[in-house]
């Protein structure tokens, strides 16, 4: 069984409450937009697995160390992490074929800034955009999310705004 914190969009800022939040985690994922290393570093120390991916607004440095596409293994779940992916029924072209043709279990992107955990019942996958963690953006709460992973389901979703 695994703890993991979600997150995606902080744009390069921070904020303590991550590390409050992400305490009992055993992994931390970021679904791109870091914004800047210094970020990446300060996340990778919360946990003892830290996983991210770049986004459109990262630089080289972000981007030499964080591909645009991680697809990994946590437990027995099958899980892809991408910064644009769009949602179920509306996928992003730049993954849409691969869901489709060998779809994970769990699906996580970001960029939208929306907030959505949904159940793709065509494709037999959960979805999650944790929505934004920065303050860029138009998002009016900025939020991120904790999940378990317990063999290859997902359970005890909990969404935090940071107010």
């Not at 390069?12 to 210094?38: K, L, N, P, V």
């Not at 159940?119 to 999310?145: C, F, K």
Request: glycine share 10%.
């Amino acid at each position: 069984m695994k703890r993991i914190g979600i997150l995606s969009d902080t744009h390069g800022y921070w904020d303590d409450r991550y590390a409050q939040h992400f305490a009992t985690c055993d992994e931390i994922w970021h679904a791109g937009d870091i914004g800047s290393m210094e970020v990446a570093e300060r996340l990778s120390d919360l946990a003892p697995i830290f996983r991210a991916v770049h986004g459109n607004i990262d630089g080289g440095d972000v981007r030499r160390l964080y591909p645009e596409l991680l697809r990994f293994k946590c437990e027995e779940a099958d899980i892809l992490l991408k910064h644009i992916g769009g949602y179920p029924a509306h996928y992003d072209y730049s993954v849409r074929r691969r869901l489709v043709a060998n779809p994970p279990d769990l699906f996580v992107c970001g960029h939208s800034h929306i907030l959505r955990v949904m159940y793709d019942e065509g494709l037999r996958m959960l979805h999650i955009n944790p929505g934004a963690a920065g303050l860029s953006g138009w998002q009016t709460v900025r939020t991120l999310v904790l999940l378990t992973v317990e063999g290859k389901t997902f359970r005890d979703c909990q969404v935090v705004e940071l107010h």
